[in-house]
Nanobody, 123 residues
Framework: QVQLVETGGGLVQAGGSLRLSCAASGRTFSSYTMGWFRQAPGKEREFVAAISWIGGSTYYADSVKGRFTISRDNAKNTLFLQMNSLKPEDTAVYYC????????????????WGQGTQVTVSS
């Protein structure tokens, strides 16, 4: 059974930083591209960042490029999202996901999801 568990969310002031973690189990973590998505109230879930199975390639939404960094530790089956210079518009529930097939930007490409962690950025 595949499990993805996100931690690290919280309340932070604008300009601050948070580091999200996603612990994976039940699948050969290192074999899969992993992604982070977020969903704000009343909005669709949107792509944030993705990282290839070996970590050599990373991809970012334009809205977070230069502020967020995705990384992974395959030895520890853990995915990370370092978020710096946070803005109120970054407020959302953040989800990690394991990619199955298809374009990494689309939710339909991912077959397993975590339960999400809330990030709230105050102005």
């Amino acid at each position: 059974q595949v499990q993805l568990v996100e931690t690290g969310g919280g309340l932070v002031q604008a300009g601050g930083s948070l580091r999200l973690s996603c612990a994976a189990s039940g699948r050969t973590f290192s074999s899969y591209t992993m992604g982070w998505f977020r969903q704000a109230p009343g909005k669709e879930r949107e792509f944030v960042a993705a990282i290839s199975w070996i970590g050599g390639s990373t991809y970012y939404a334009d809205s977070v490029k230069g502020r967020f960094t995705i990384s992974r530790d395959n030895a520890k089956n853990t995915l990370f999202l370092q978020m710096n210079s946070l803005k109120p518009e970054d407020t959302a529930v953040y989800y990690c996901a394991s990619k199955d097939r298809g374009n990494y930007r689309y939710t339909g490409a991912y077959d397993y999801w975590g339960q999400g962690t809330q990030v709230t950025v105050s102005s």
